[in-house]
């Protein structure tokens, strides 16, 4: 069975437990990060990775909590001594940011730098990433202040799946891109009261009602989150099991 790990389930303004939200998709034949945090190279060691071990990073947008450890993800994996290509897939703001971080910190100086490849996803309902490994990814676009894609990762072999909100409102491309998966994490950066850009744990549980989700994982949660309230709040609207992830969850899906 295919594994997601939460590297990171804080909100943009972490707490003394958690990291930015960023995470790892383990699978037999490939590892995909998903947005990278702060301390990845650390984050990774504590559940047996190497920086070199990741094939394919997907930056959902280019949001600081989102990318800023992209820098020295790369650095790491070059150090490690990776020579075949890593690769990196967004959206164009997203990917012009991370060429610019690396030109701004001079890796154009470094020797025999690892092979980088880009792929810019182009915005659509549905946008379907380049196989990757065992895993089909979609993505879909959704409400958040810039450009951000949502994400269903699929195992190919067991039509297993899980969906990833990223950052966004209430949004009926996520509830899409969400149908009737194992698991949806889904941001819950407030209790109950709706605010632009981001959602709450109340409206988190209206999406996975509404996608059909068969349990919840709440994210992107703040430093003073109370996951008794955030789960009180989501199953409101939602009848299946729903949860606040912690950092080092190992979810199988
Ligand atoms: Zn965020
Ligand atoms: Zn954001």
């Known amino acids: 069975m295919a594994q997601v790990i939460l590297l990171g389930t804080g909100a943009a303004w972490s707490g003394p437990d958690r990291e930015n939200t960023f995470m790892l998709v383990r699978g037999h034949t490939t590892n995909i ?8 190279t650390q984050r990774l060691a504590q ?3 190497k920086p070199s071990e990741i094939d394919h990073i997907i930056l959902t947008h280019n949001h600081p909590d989102h990318v800023y450890g ?3 993800l790369l650095l790491n994996a070059w150090m490690a001594g990776r020579q075949t290509p890593i690769h990196i897939y967004a959206l164009k703001d997203t990917i012009r940011s991370a060429r610019k971080m690396l030109s701004a910190l001079d890796f154009r100086l470094l020797p025999n730098f690892t ?4 792929h810019t996803l182009v ?3 549905i946008i379907a990433l380049p196989p990757m490994g065992e ?3 979609a993505g879909t676009p959704t409400t958040h202040f810039v450009p951000t894609l949502a994400l269903r990762i699929t195992e190919r072999a067991t039509g297993r799946a899980f969906a990833y909100s990223s950052d966004t409102s209430p949004d009926k491309n996520v509830v899409d891109v969400a149908r009737d998966v194992n698991i949806l994490l889904h941001e819950a950066t407030m209790l109950d009261e709706s605010r632009q850009g981001h959602s709450s744990a109340l409206e988190a549980g209206a999406e996975a009602a509404q996608a059909n989700a068969r349990e919840l994982i ?3 949660v703040p430093p003073n989150v109370k996951p008794q309230k955030w789960r009180a709040a989501a199953k409101q609207n939602f009848r299946g099991k729903v949860r606040v992830a912690n950092d080092f969850d190992v979810i199988e899906f």
């Not at 990060?33 to 990845?40: A, N």
């Open 33 to 40: 990060l998903i947005d990278c945090g702060g301390s990845p």
């Open 47 to 49: 559940v047996g990775i």
């Open 70 to 72: 992209f820098p020295l």
């Open 115 to 118: 092979p980088i490849q880009y």
């Open 123 to 125: 915005p659509n309902s």
């Open 135 to 137: 895993f089909d990814i």
């Open 218 to 220: 709440l994210i992107h």
